[in-house]
């Protein structure tokens, strides 16, 4: 049981990780009025924001932009 806001980044070509996981897992948060954003970036694979490629690069900029942004929306600064 947990209550913290989720971000979701998944590469639509990924093969662990169905559309319909991600669809269900959307779903289920949302029940549970969990705050949440998924993001699917089509024909990305799986982990490719983790990955020197060109080919994703622009997947991948944005991606770090929102995992950054994300952490800053739900953190507070050390005091």
Do not use: M
């Amino acid at each position: 049981d947990f209550r913290c806001p989720v971000l979701g980044l998944f590469g639509g070509a990924d093969t662990h990780i169905p559309a319909e996981s991600i669809q269900q897992f959307d779903i289920a948060l949302t029940q549970v009025g969990i705050e949440h954003e998924l993001v699917t970036y089509p024909g990305a694979p799986h982990s490719f924001f983790d990955r020197v490629q060109a080919q994703y690069a622009n997947e991948s900029a944005d991606a770090w932009k929102r995992i950054l942004a994300f952490i800053a929306a739900h953190t507070r600064p050390r005091t």
